[in-house]
């Protein structure tokens, strides 16, 4: 509805009711207006507003009965319903801005997709014809000569027997516009527009895939979450959230699968969460197969899809067309209602966390969510995370255990190469051991997955003579040398250079490549296994659009023995005949200025591993590692999760680390060194005064990665047990403290990223 016609001294003739609107891209302006009679308003709608002489789009976070604002003017329209978001959605927004300190609109912008609060992008239409009936023989013999165009287009919609889309008409029989035009003033035919769905999987067929009989330790489980599923009243507690701990393998999907199935039977609707990366054409397919069953359609949300297709898959599920959405982090904010189910797989996933404003965390945000919505919610691992595995320990989660593959094939055998002893032999990047596994397989036609979380061919050069080491001129990092690009490369900043040949210091051409990356790894193997199909995947092969898929289709398909690649190959993949996998340096991630990297090298390793021996013959792993000895490593050795925990849990206690405290890292960052450094340390001062009991504040001290894009980086490291109260405290000592302009400041709360 328009109101434009309302002048804006006529408040009190209003129905008194009053809406408090945060304005669009304005920096988070907050103003009243008034809402005229009768006109239905609630928190999350958008509305349009009148701002000076134009209006603005803005989003209504209160409806109250009165205003202490003078001058109040009336909204102008209040867009249609199913442009907005439900009160629910709205809460999340503003929690997620106090908890994760950030601008209100920045954490709006999060829950409602561009596309959406724009309110620009309409559905695509397209023309139908219809047969309205067909001339008698004599008109259409007359037809045939004198308009033969328009005779084969009665003839062709004849045949079809149903409306056909006038651009189809046109290929099919040359029927243009103007043809179709004229039949329509004759009356034979009518022209109506319908609806299109821009669908990511338009041409693609699903075949029908039924539930599977779950064995006993799925069964379990599956029957501790049906009880999660029953209605609850209102007064009940919502329930409490489930931490599945199922090993590789285990069949933890067929689990989603099945309860989401139950909640869509109970007329109510579910999401599933996965990593970025784990989001594959094998996984929706999956999904997509088993619902086409029971004919349940499936959204997908993820962050390639075109504006068109977001908008479209937006809509399917604000319309209760799709009641199951899958998607990776953002989809927690899907605009579904009635809410049964939140399944969070991979939940110790570090991608789920977002490295911008708000910097919020799906699977935390999922858990809150499903708390609001009073829903259940199951969070999957083979490894959890230490967070969720301490609240399972605490009570506060419902821990299910799967300890067994499904029909019990066994873990992968794990073997540690020391390779302290290894560098001493003539091939140092892989051991001898692993290349005479390697030639197995290769000979019995078994596939193998080399893994080495690192790109390019070597990681740095170096000048034997003088010690220089090729720099990034804008990151505090050495260059790693790309050789199919013959670049040198810079892994921060994307820097490219010409490889020199000589030293560009000393100028001694003993200028020498340092390090391994996975395009050496390839590189090698292929040399000593001439006539094995040896294949890359990496962020640099990704680079091409389709290599993804077709290099894991042709893995797939067996038209490949060995695959080397980074952590893009780590994760949820089934390759029934991989029964080899070797991991090329396991202290990659291990020595790390990261309080988390023994946990991320466990759950990397376990990954990794679990990716050998999911088909009948047994699968072999080797591990190779210069700190063999390494808890980390030794644990993942014997699939002895608790084990890992243990250990790792007293590390965090003795050092007051997460999961008992939360850590927030501000970050000061500016192209100048001392003004980087100085407004560090005046933040650190500030902070002090006043700073909440409880919390621990480090001091100010360059980043780990000191330099990045040209800007030098500082970092401030608080922990605490109240991050609501830091967060608040933060945000008070923020605005009140001018920074020169050329220094950012960023807050992270619950920090993942600490480089
Ligand atoms: P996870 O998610 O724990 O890695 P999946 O659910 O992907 O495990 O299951 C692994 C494999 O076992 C899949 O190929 C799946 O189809 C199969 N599977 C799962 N549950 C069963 C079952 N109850 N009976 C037979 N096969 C199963
Ligand atoms: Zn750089």
Redesign the pocket.
Known sequence: MRSSNQSDFALETSSGRFVRVILDDSGGKIFDYAVPHGVEVSPGCRVRVPVRMRTLLGTVLEVTNSSEASGVRFVSEVLKSDAGMNPTLLRLAVWMADYYCCPLEASLRSVLPQVIRKSEMTHQQRQMVRLVGMPDPEAMAALEKRAPLQAAALRALEAAAAPVAASDLNRRTDASHAVVRALEKKGWVAVESERVERDPFRNEQFVEAPA????PE?AVVFERVCAALEPIGPEAPAPKPFLLY?V???????IYLQAIQKVLEQGRSAIMLVPEISLTPQTVERFKSRFAATKHEVAVLHSHLSEGERHDQWHRIKSGKARIVIGARSAVFAPLDQLGLIVVDEEHEPSYKQEEAPRYHGRDIAVLRASLERCAILLGS?TPSMESYHNSKQGKYELLTILNR??DKKMPFIRIMDMRMESKKQNPIISSRLLTALGERIAKREQSILFLNRRGFSTSLLCEKCGYVCQCPNCSVSLTFHRAANRIVCHICGFLGVSPVKCPDCKDPGIRQKGTGTERVEDVVQKLFPKAVVRRLDADVMQRKEAFRETLGAFRTGKIDVLVGTQMIAK?L?FPNVTLVGIINADLGLHMPDYRAGERTFQLLTQVAGRAGRGDVEGEVFVQSYTPFSPAIQFSRHHDFEGFWDQEIDFRRQWDYPPFTHLTLVSIRSEHQARAELSAQTLARRLAEGLPAGVILGEAAPAPLEKSHGQFRYHLMLRTKSVLRLSRHLKAVLEKLPFPEDVHVSIDVDAYQLM
Do not use: F, Y
């Open positions: 599977l009989a779950l064995n799925q199922g590789t393998g285990s069949g933890k999907t067929e083979a499904v029909d949820g089934h």
